[in-house]
């Protein structure tokens, strides 16, 4: 039933998700679907696969995807289109500032400058851009595993 | 009469011991595995351990002749006699003396603003030092239980904290991974105990998957072998066509580009194999 609902929507709006594919993102979509015995919706993911050649998807970000014409292999079935919210570098729609959870990033380094600075404080505009730490000391571009063998080599994504 | 029943009944007997014996040779209830494969089972690594908290680093050690923190500012200390400074210096004071000095030296590191107390990145640091100078005393009394479970507690929460600082601000996340020297790892998606069954037949798979990738590159690499043989007789034969059309009389459907294009296309393969000689 949701299979059929999410493929009849063009546009969706997805969470990317670790992938391993060398030219598609995978995208967790969640769509609400009533129980007719209750009478209530309830939420239900599934996963798509959109191209994404640049690989300009990364993991947590929200995105906006279109369905292609025609299917491009039996998996990839959507291209994306927009990246509407990276994570944790959110815009705010309104205002069109950049906000940290509750607060806009303006209003903290006005503060930071009133306190007086910091040297050697975290900049937000000279901080390199997101990814520089990943395969690093940030592992959250792949899914970890539990560790089911010790095979002497050393692989950081087995937990 | 007689004679065809034993007979009949002696074949019964042996078709049954036949079974017998195949289901011995090759049972059906086990998976057991003819493959060389060796499982090791993964050593259980405490959670309290750097390995799993994922602490690249342990606690640094301090200056011990340096006075304690609380007396950095007194003017007093400053001009007192030299044994009087050593008395008040860390070498003489408690661990905990020693532990606030790292705590506040790696405090120091990431706070916004001199005034800063309560910012996500120095809950972090402050935490991140306690975890390490714990880390240090379970080495030292791994039986002290009440210890290990603060350890374990002050673990998850900074994890938790690291997952939310990642969502909300991913650069200063980054940054801070890095100034802290920490290592982040999501959670895997399902828990599932280890078992030597589903190992093996993991291993298995990517056993089964070597070999195929082995033989598709050996296979490969032949046809690369045989790529300039084919390709000269590939120009032979259009040319061959070619003159034979044009003797015939008929249309010529073979161009001289297109034979000028597999010359070229064994010239490149060709200049390839030298380099690959050559270095």
């Known amino acids: 039933m949701a299979l059929q609902t999410t493929t009849k929507a063009s546009l969706l709006l997805g969470r990317c998700v670790p992938c391993l594919k060398q030219n598609a993102s995978k995208f967790k979509v969640k769509k609400l679907e009533l129980d007719t015995n209750l009478l209530m919706y309830f939420g239900k993911e599934e996963y798509i696969y959109a191209f994404d050649p640049q690989k300009l998807c990364k993991t947590g970000d929200i995105v906006l995807i279109e369905e292609l014409p025609k299917k491009m292999t039996r998996l990839i079935t959507h291209a994306v289109k927009k990246v509407v919210y990276p994570l944790g570098d959110i815009t705010d729609p309104m205002s069109g500032k950049k906000v940290v959870a509750g607060k806009y990033r303006d209003y903290i380094e006005a503060v930071n400058k009133v306190y007086g600075e910091k040297r050697g404080a975290f900049k937000y505009d000279e901080a390199p851009p997101r990814g520089w730490q990943e395969g690093k000391r940030d592992f959250t571009h792949r899914e970890t595993y539990i560790k089911y063998h010790e095979s002497g080599e050393e692989d950081p994504y087995a937990v | ?21 195949k289901t011995i040779c090759c049972r059906t209830y086990a998976f057991k595995s003819d493959l060389k494969i060796k499982w090791v089972r993964p050593e259980k690594i405490p959670c309290y351990k750097p390995e799993k908290s994922g602490d690249l680093e342990g606690m640094v050690d301090i200056d011990k002749s340096k006075p304690q923190l609380m007396f950095r500012e007194s003017q007093e ?17 408690p661990r905990n003396k020693s532990t606030q000095v790292y705590f506040s030296e790696i405090a120091e590191k990431v706070k916004r603003h001199p005034y800063d107390v309560g910012s996500v990145e120095l809950q972090i640091a402050k935490w991140t ?24 507690e002050l673990i998850d929460k900074r994890k938790k904290h690291l997952k939310y600082l990642r969502r909300w601000d991913y650069k200063r996340f980054e940054w801070l991974i890095e100034v802290l020297n920490l290592v982040y790892k999501p959670p895997p998606n399902k828990f599932h ?39 000269q007789e590939k120009i032979q034969s259009l040319q061959f066509i070619q003159k034979e059309q044009q003797n015939c009389g008929v249309e010529v459907t073979v161009t001289d580009e ?10 490149k393969i060709e200049e390839r194999k030298s380099e690959v000689n050559d270095s």
Do not use: H
């Open chain 2, 193 to 231: 105990w280890i078992t030597r069954k589903e190992s093996l037949q993991k291993l298995t798979d990517k056993y089964c998957e070597g070999i195929r990738e082995e033989r598709l590159e050996a296979y490969k690499k032949m046809l690369q072998t045989e790529q300039p043989a084919f390709l």
């Open chain 2, 129 to 152: 030092g306690i975890i390490r100078a714990f880390q240090e005393l379970m080495e030292r009394f791994p039986r002290d239980k009440r210890l290990k479970v603060k350890l374990k």
């Open chain 2, 77 to 93: 200390l400053a001009t007192a006699d030299e044994t009087v400074k050593k008395l008040f210096s860390l070498e003489f004071a």
């Open chain 2, 258 to 267: 297109e034979i000028e294009e597999v010359k070229k296309q064994l010239k």
């Open chain 2, 1 to 21: 009469m007689n004679v065809a029943r034993n007979i009949l009944s002696a074949a019964q007997c042996i078709s049954l011991s036949n079974i017998t014996l």
